[in-house]
């Protein structure tokens, strides 16, 4: 139901966004939320120019060291996946969310956050994608994926998520 | 909608009885345990018909803030000798000797339609004076709990020599929702969070953190991801009506406060993955860069004078505190215990600092003097919950903090607890509450 809805805002976007709008990530309204099961109606898995499959396939996020923001090299390998993915599929911006596990204070994990998203950026940018086509942002420890309190879930939530969206270089 | 009590006026003097100015009663905090200091509140006399009720409410509000302070203990009326039915009458000091009541606590309520006045006296039971004179005060019937917190203030202030903090108020973050997609919104309640004072601030539909009081209470800066980004906003308490601050250029701009007169926010802006700490002028909209390091700095509070900041930087490593001047430059560290130190706070006193400590797998909220000496931890959350983000009351006696449940069901709750350690407790809002914030004294 949730990801339908998202699927047809996605259409709407293909058809309606065009190069005129000034803030390339103006609104949620041409995002694809690749955490909601599948990607409908915008591409399977077995596309590889489809969200779904830089998601499943590629790899959206990469994961770090507790307090740490330097990249694994398992990190880099996810990475150099996406740099090939977003070299190819040109039509698509980027958006790092860096975010941390619950064991800081709120104000050093959203700058924890910050580094590793920015972390992310750099490499990719390293990789000859654009940097206007990427943007970072931090959510701290505000948003985690696993909800229990030991290292299984903490360590998955240390994260960096590349949320891809069609959109313009504006 | 927050003027309710906009004609509450500290009024009249009563003519009085003798006024013992220095009666022996006098109880004074230490560090050391105390018992709590037996008192006796008959229920307020009702002058005028139909303000019975009322004047329960508020000898039970006055009791509840005296009871709150975890100094006080409140005598059952069953054991009273005498009901003590007029406020004018004399005291019977045998009848109230005889129940080891210390302190004694008398009040009548009257209502004339909208308004409502409210007297009261204060005895030393065992001196047989009464303690500073009579008050009335008067206001809208709305604001009959101010009027309590008012006379618990006095009462509170008289015996103990402290400043008070019961008309006061704090903000915080309503949290609701599953842990991994926590709805959050602003909201605002009497210092004792009771259910008729809270009410709700911004909707909910952004994710919203960390609101703090201006030095007067009459706006709240937060940060709000409405734009897509984590920006400041200012918010006028009175109206609810929300606005962006204009920050130094950066990816994102957090953790902010006022400067102590108001016209100045300190807050942490990124840029390139990298935090620093910025101050903008609100009046000129002129910023002002106060650290330059690689490492993180955040979490920056202002000494009540305003010449100096306490903050949180990892540049040794881990998170540490440190303290510089209000212009920036060379920063010296304070903390030098074993754990992770963050989210200094420094006392409205301006003799501790507040700060959240990490160490060992386990969250406490602790302070320790500006020197960084004299660390003492005052809470210490289980292994299965983390504490976290202290505040101070304005007279700098308690500090409120929240205590988070871990788990998939878990979620923060506001707890306060004197600066000396004792008298730790739940402030229940009725569900999860994060981030709070202690308003000044309302005048």
Same mark, same amino acid.
């Given at each position: 139901m949730r990801s339908l809805t998202k699927a047809a805002l996605i259409l709407l976007a293909l058809s309606t966004?065009?190069?005129?709008? %000034?803030?390339?990530?103006?609104?949620?309204?041409?995002? *694809?939320?690749?955490?909601?099961?599948g990607a409908g109606l915008a591409g399977?898995? $077995?596309?590889? $120019? $489809?969200p779904a499959y830089f998601s499943q396939? *590629?790899?959206d996020r990469v994961f770090f060291l507790v307090d740490q923001s330097t990249l694994t090299a398992e990190a880099m390998q996810v990475l150099d996946g996406q740099a090939n993915w977003l070299m190819t599929n040109i039509d698509y911006l980027a958006l790092i969310e860096g975010h941390a596990d619950e064991q800081g204070t709120r104000e050093y994990n959203l700058a924890l956050g910050a580094r590793r998203s920015n972390a992310v950026r750099e490499y990719l940018v390293s990789k000859?994608?654009?940097?206007?086509r990427i943007r970072t942002i931090s959510y701290g420890k505000e948003r985690p994926t696993a909800v229990c309190a030991e290292e299984s879930c903490y360590s998955v939530n240390r994260r960096a998520v590349t949320v891809i969206s069609i959109g313009s270089i504006g | 909608m927050f003027k309710k009590f906009m004609a509450l006026a500290l009024a009249l003097v009563l003519a009085g %009885?003798?006024?013992?100015?220095?009666? %022996?009663l006098r109880l004074t905090i230490t560090n050391g345990v105390i018992e709590p200091l037996p008192f006796a509140i008959p229920q307020f006399q009702a002058e005028t018909g139909g303000s019975e009720a009322i004047a329960a409410d508020i000898s039970r509000v006055v009791a509840e803030d005296l009871i709150g302070t975890g100094l006080f203990r409140q005598i059952p009326s069953?054991? +009273?000798?005498?009901?003590?039915? $007029? +406020?004018?009458q004399q005291v019977a000091y045998a009848d109230w000797r005889a129940i080891n009541a210390q302190a004694l606590v008398t009040g009548a309520v009257s209502v004339q339609g909208q308004q409502i006045f409210v007297k009261f006296r204060l005895y030393d039971v065992f001196s047989g004076n009464e303690m500073g004179d009579g008050l009335q005060f008067a206001g809208t019937t709305q604001g009959w709990r101010r009027m309590s917190h008012k006379v618990a203030d006095e009462v509170y202030a008289r015996i103990t020599g402290e400043e008070r903090y019961f008309d006061s108020r704090v903000i915080y973050v309503a949290e609701s929702g599953p842990k991994d997609n926590r709805s959050k919104a602003i909201a605002i309640m009497d210092y004792d969070g009771a259910p008729g004072s809270i009410q709700y601030l911004t909707n909910g539909n952004s994710l919203v953190l960390a609101p703090r009081f201006s030095p007067t209470g009459d706006r709240v800066l937060y940060t709000t991801y409405e734009s897509g980004t984590p920006r400041i906003n200012v918010l006028d308490v009175a109206s609810a009506a929300a606005q962006p601050v204009t920050t130094a250029p950066g990816e994102m701009s957090f953790s902010p406060r006022f400067s102590r007169d108001g016209t100045g926010v300190i807050y942490s802006l990124s840029s390139g993955g990298n935090t620093d700490i910025w101050r903008t002028d609100l009046l000129n909209g002129q910023h002002t860069r106060l650290t330059n390091a690689p490492s993180i700095e955040t979490a920056p509070s202002y000494s009540p004078d305003g010449s100096q900041i306490v903050f949180e930087s990892d540049r040794s490593g881990t998170p540490q505190l440190y303290v510089m001047g209000a212009n920036g430059g060379e920063a010296r560290r304070i903390s030098f215990g074993e754990g992770r130190y963050g989210t200094p706070v420094w006392s409205p006193r301006g003799d501790l600092i507040a700060f959240t400590k990490q160490n060992a797998g386990r969250f406490h909220i602790g302070v320790m003097r500006t020197d960084g000496s004299e660390e003492r931890l005052l809470s210490s959350a289980s292994g299965s919950a983390l504490d976290e983000g202290p505040t101070w009351s304005p007279n700098g006696r308690v500090v409120m903090f929240f205590r988070e449940t871990l788990g998939a069901n878990g979620g923060p709750s506001l707890y306060s607890v004197d600066v000396s350690g004792r008298n730790l407790r739940q402030i229940s809002v009725g569900g999860f509450a994060s981030d709070p914030s202690w308003g000044p004294l309302q005048r």
């Open positions: 966004a065009a190069c005129t709008r %000034p803030d390339r990530f103006a609104d949620n309204g041409n995002s *694809v939320d690749l955490n909601a099961a399977s898995a $077995s596309d590889p $120019s $489809s396939t *590629v790899g000859g994608i654009p940097d206007a | %009885p003798v006024a013992a100015q220095n009666g %022996p069953t054991a +009273f000798i005498s009901q003590h039915a $007029s +406020f004018s």
